[in-house]
């Protein structure tokens, strides 16, 4: 299994980044889908989670209403659609995958997000 992420970078506030997760190896599995991210000296925090056989998205309440997961499973990739961004969401962000079956954990490299002006 393999997950890549790609689309972070340096935006100014206000403004609006789409990351992009590419999952090998996961086809046909159930899987809980997670974006996660970290500043560095903090722990992780679970950002928002999609199960790729359906159900209803989650999110921290810090980046409802900003954020939207979403998944392409024909493409086995998952996005994360970032507006209206802030200082505070300044972090890695992480690709996370665990599947259903029997809890096996996937992370991604990480891709850094930075919002300053």
């Known amino acids: 299994v393999q997950l890549v992420e790609s689309g972070g970078g340096l935006v100014q506030p206000g403004g609006s980044l789409r990351l992009s997760c590419a999952a090998s190896?996961?086809?046909?599995?159930?899987?809980?889908m997670s974006w996660v991210r970290q500043v560095p000296g903090k722990g992780l925090e679970w950002v928002s989670q999609i199960i790729t056989s359906g159900g209803i998205p989650n999110y921290i309440s810090s980046v409802k209403d900003r954020f939207t997961i979403s998944r392409d499973n024909a493409k086995n990739t998952m996005y994360l659609q970032m507006n209206s961004l802030k200082p505070e969401d300044t972090a890695v962000y992480y690709c996370?995958?665990?599947?259903?079956?029997?809890?096996?954990?996937?992370w991604g490299q990480g891709t850094q997000v930075t919002v300053s002006s």
């Open positions: 996370h995958a665990r599947l259903m079956s029997n809890s096996t954990q996937y």
């Open positions: 190896g996961l086809s046909g599995s159930s899987v809980f």
